[in-house]
């Protein structure tokens, strides 16, 4: 199993920037990819973003593309999302999640994908 922890959340106003982490622990190693989801409330949680742990490859949903970047460290124990140009449908708890097993790359978008969940960090963005 995989504990992870986000950080990095909070108020600010809309055209602004904030970066997220999340920090993994435990079997570090059996992660193949990695990504961040959020949940506003009364709607279902919608995918942000994902990479793969080895390759770096990403993957974002068209309503962040060009406006945030996912990354990892090298040690490959940290998660970054980068998030700049907020708008108040940013808002939302983020989460992020860790794969451990190798599946179809094409399915990353889907919360089922992962088998490991961070507690969330809240992000509000005010117009």
């Known amino acids: 199993q995989v504990q992870l922890v986000e950080s990095g959340g909070g108020l600010v106003q809309a055209g602004g920037s904030l970066r997220l982490s999340c920090a993994a622990s435990g079997r570090t190693f059996d992660i193949y990819a990695m990504g961040w989801f959020r949940q506003a409330p009364g709607k279902e949680r919608e995918f942000v973003a994902a990479i793969s742990w080895s390759g770096g490859i990403t993957r974002y949903a068209d309503s962040v593309k060009g406006r945030f970047t996912i990354s990892r460290d090298n040690t490959k124990t940290t998660m970054f999302l980068r998030m700049s140009s907020l708008k108040p449908e940013d808002t939302a708890v983020y989460y992020c999640?860790?794969?451990?097993?190798?599946?179809?790359?094409?399915?990353?978008?889907?919360?089922?994908?992962?088998?490991?969940w961070g507690q969330g960090t809240q992000v509000t963005v005010s117009s």
């Open positions: 999640a860790a794969d451990r097993r190798p599946r179809t790359w094409g399915r990353i978008a889907y919360p089922d994908y992962y088998d490991d």
